[in-house]
């Protein structure tokens, strides 16, 4: 079975650093790229940034490039989204997902991870 | 970036009946390939979003037939035919043809 296995929640002060993980199972992780959506409490979808483990080629989203850091070790099919000061504005479901197919081909995000919630407060 | 906006954002629907969701965006999303990068997606309560449409017309693995994704450069519309209950949540569409991709706000669909 194909899927994303993301790490637990997490509960932190503001100031403080964090790395959360996504880990690919039933296809080669290599190959596809890895993006992370961003869901503030109550609201809708933001697109973060994308990965593609193979070569580490990352593509961040303009409002989140600076505010946080993407990585991969394709050695472990694992993937990471990282900061280095936490925020109270950055409490907020965080999805790993899975983007099929290489341009011209696309399948869609036909992979999403069960989210982790990261809240954020003193 | 490419700015992605729903109709209407509340959606009350009776089991049975048809319901219709629109798209637009503010550039077009077809490539010179003849793709369109409109994808819609449904997030049910509680749970991820699941993917139902890509390149605005093509169902994802496992989505029934009575939802159909129609339209073209900047006007998308998703149309289920008979809606029912386990079809409630709230509806996304995105943009993959532009970096960044962008989603809409959101539909909610709830019924009646």
């Known amino acids: 079975e194909v899927q994303l296995v993301q790490s637990g929640a997490e509960v932190k002060k503001p100031g403080e650093s964090l790395k959360i993980s996504c880990r690919g199972s039933?296809?080669?992780?290599?190959?596809?790229?890895i993006g992370w959506v961003r869901q503030l409490p109550g609201k809708g979808l933001e697109w973060m940034g994308i990965i593609y483990p193979g070569d580490s080629d990352i593509i961040y989203s303009p409002s989140f490039q600076g505010q946080v850091t993407i990585s991969a070790d394709k050695s472990i099919s694992t993937a990471y989204l990282q900061w280095s000061s936490l925020k109270a504005s950055d409490t907020a479901m965080y999805y790993c997902?899975?983007?099929?197919?290489?341009?011209?081909?696309?399948?869609?995000?036909?992979?999403w991870g069960p989210g982790t919630t990261v809240t954020v407060s003193s | 970036d490419i700015v992605m906006t729903q109709s209407p954002l509340s959606l009350p629907v009776t089991p049975g009946e048809p319901a219709s969701i629109s798209c637009r965006s503010s550039?077009?999303?077809?490539?010179?390939?003849?793709?369109?990068?409109l994808d819609w997606y449904l997030q049910k309560p509680g749970q991820s979003p699941q993917l139902l449409i890509y390149l605005g017309s093509n169902r994802a693995s496992g989505v029934p037939d009575r939802f159909r994704g129609i339209g073209s450069g900047t006007d998308f519309t998703l149309k289920i035919s008979r809606v029912e209950a386990g079809d409630v949540g709230v509806y996304y569409c995105?943009?993959?043809?532009?970096?960044?991709?962008?989603f809409g706000p959101g539909t909610k669909v709830d019924i009646k």
């Open positions: 039933g296809y080669s992780f290599s190959n596809y790229w």
């Open positions: 995105m943009q993959s043809l532009q970096s960044p991709t962008t």
């Open positions: 550039q077009s999303l077809l490539d010179s390939n003849g793709y369109n990068y």
């Open positions: 997902v899975r983007r099929s197919g290489s341009y011209p081909h696309y399948y869609g995000i036909d992979v």
